[in-house]
């Protein structure tokens, strides 16, 4: 429910909520001490919503058991898939709901929360990549079809599935918590996209290491995470499998029964002299399972086998590693945060060509976030604005065919299940997001404005060459939403019209007319989420 979070990081930059969390390492577990202090009729919400006020206790008070929210979420989608950010739902034509529900207990420091989530979706068949397209062009099509796991469908009929969703069995001591779960994992500052890990595709199963708050010491507040994890295939093959150009199979097979090992750091740092500000680190590499056969293969977080591209090194060609830098810098009280993420495709770049050419293989992410006040008590204007961007501008990676969560060796590319572990509008994408809103404590309604370039990679490799340069193929897509508190359930709704120009970059070539519109086509967007918190 990441509305809820969004009401916590509203409620920081208000000055209601601990100013030591840095939002950069998600979910977060507020305790007692850290929730809003206040006599409103809110504060025992907080308590129950936030897992501070048990509902039963057992074990003479040591142990406790509690009903964890119910959540029933919708999302509609009239003509073709859209939708980034949305967990286990997959892309989708029609309706698809999702299920969530569970119980969480605890006895001294060890804790088991049991979360499931069931889906369903409707499924249903969409025009995808114009088979009207020349050959060529879906020659390079499965570049990127070949060398990362993202299905235009999931099959070819309705999907059902069970998930463990945000599950969990951890032990807890102080301020730290060792175990394995299945939850979704968020790093960086980014409200609407993370380059590493985000809440793009659905939860997989890791073993983790983290900080529960913000750790003191005398130099400031430390937060930090290390997991490894499993990654499973979709199992879907990619549209026109069977594709043949000039004697040549545009298709080549994946590893399918070979899963992929997933290991990660993070480490995000507020130095005590700058207050409201918190830096970080992250880096992530994942190999095939079948691959591994030394403990740097289990552990190669900082080993990214520096050295010349150009020079064969098997142990580092057959690793996917990203790595990104951020920071967060908030006024705690003042009402305002701005945030930026930088990021690196491979870390086997020696740091003097990184300084020569830092705009090779990079992506980013920058951000900012105002509350106006009104004249009525706990209301706001809210203005949002965030950017991102992985399409690449350096020609010498858009040749290679080098895009962010693709990959030569490791085929599936930076996925889980058919979709992206980052940022959810995939390779060589282009996002810019706008967005006001009415804010009243946990109530919300707004304006979204949002412009998607999608694989401008693509695009340039082979579109350029040919000095064509009317296909970008883009979103222009407005929305409406509202969250809204009434007594223990929580209604959040978005409805968007999607226009889209030059859909898959396909249009009808016209021997008279150069500038001629392309295939645009529209899609209505509906989503709805009901959750009630047990009291």
């Known amino acids: 429910m990441s509305y809820l979070e969004d009401y916590l990081r509203r409620q920081q930059l208000i000055g209601n909520f601990d100013k030591n969390y840095s939002f950069n390492i998600r979910p977060i577990s507020p305790n007692t001490d850290d929730l809003i202090q206040t006599d409103s009729e809110y504060s025992d919400f907080h308590q129950s919503l936030y897992g501070v006020k048990e509902h039963q206790l057992f074990a003479n008070g040591e142990g406790t058991i509690k009903i964890l ?34 119980l969480y207990a605890s006895y001294k420091g060890i804790s088991i929360q049991f979360q499931p989530e069931f889906l369903t979706a409707q499924n249903l068949d969409f025009e995808g990549f114009q088979l009207k397209m020349d050959g060529y062009h879906w020659l390079d099509y499965f570049e990127w079809l070949n060398t990362s796991d993202i299905p235009e469908r999931f099959g070819t009929g309705s999907y059902t599935k069970f ?7 951890k032990y807890t001591y102080k301020d730290f918590s060792i175990g394995v779960s299945n939850e979704n994992i968020w790093w960086g500052p980014g409200k609407r996209n993370s380059l590493l890990m985000s809440n793009n595709a659905p939860g997989f199963l890791h073993a983790t290491i983290h900080t529960n708050r913000p750790i003191a010491t005398q130099i400031g507040y430390f937060e930090g995470q290390i997991f490894s994890g499993k990654l499973k295939n979709s199992g879907y093959l990619p549209p026109n499998p069977g594709f043949v150009y000039k004697q040549t199979e545009a298709y080549i097979p994946k590893r399918d029964e070979d899963w992929r090992y997933l290991s990660g750091i993070t480490i995000s740092y507020q130095p005590k002299w700058v207050p409201g500000l918190s830096i970080g680190y992250s880096s992530v590499s994942q190999i095939y399972y079948n691959d591994m056969d030394s403990f740097a293969d289990y552990l190669p977080i900082f080993n990214g086998e520096k050295g010349p591209a150009n020079i064969v090194n098997t142990d580092r060609d057959k690793r996917n ?9 908030m006024s705690h009280g003042g009402l305002f945060e701005f ?24 992506a980013f992410t920058f951000g900012f976030s105002n509350l106006i006040p009104l004249k009525k008590d706990d209301a706001y204007i809210q203005i949002s604005s965030e950017m991102t961007q992985t399409g690449q501008t350096v020609r010498e990676a858009i040749i290679a065919e080098n895009s962010w969560y693709t990959h030569p060796h490791v085929r599936h590319g930076y996925t889980h299940l058919g979709q992206v572990l980052g940022a959810g509008n995939g390779p060589g994408s282009n ?7 009415w804010v009243k404590n946990y109530n919300k309604i707004g ?58 970059w396909y249009l009808e070539n016209d021997p008279n007319q150069y500038f001629i519109a392309g295939l645009d086509k529209t899609n209505f967007v509906a989503h709805i989420s009901l959750s009630y918190i047990f009291d």
């Open 447 to 504: 304006f979204q404005m949002e412009r998607i370039v999608y694989n401008n990679d693509y695009y340039y490799n082979t579109f350029e060459i040919i000095k064509d340069y009317r296909r970008k193929y883009i979103d222009l897509v407005p929305s409406l939403l509202a969250d809204w508190k009434i007594d223990n359930f929580f209604i959040s709704s978005k409805f968007q019209y999607v226009n889209t120009l030059n859909y898959k």
């Open 321 to 329: 590693q990203l790595s990104s830098g951020y920071f967060r810098w």
């Open 69 to 102: 929210p119910l959540l029933f979420k919708n999302q509609y989608n009239s003509n073709y898939s859209f939708g980034t950010n949305d967990g286990a739902m997959i892309p989708n034509k029609g309706v698809q709901s999702l299920i969530s529900g569970g």
């Open 431 to 437: 996002v810019i997001f706008l967005e006001a809103s």
């Open 163 to 169: 998930f463990l969703g945000q599950s969990n069995i």
């Open 339 to 362: 945030y930026g993420e930088y990021g690196s495709n491979g870390n086997s770049r020696q740091l003097r060509n990184f300084l020569v050419n830092p705009d090779l293989n990079r």
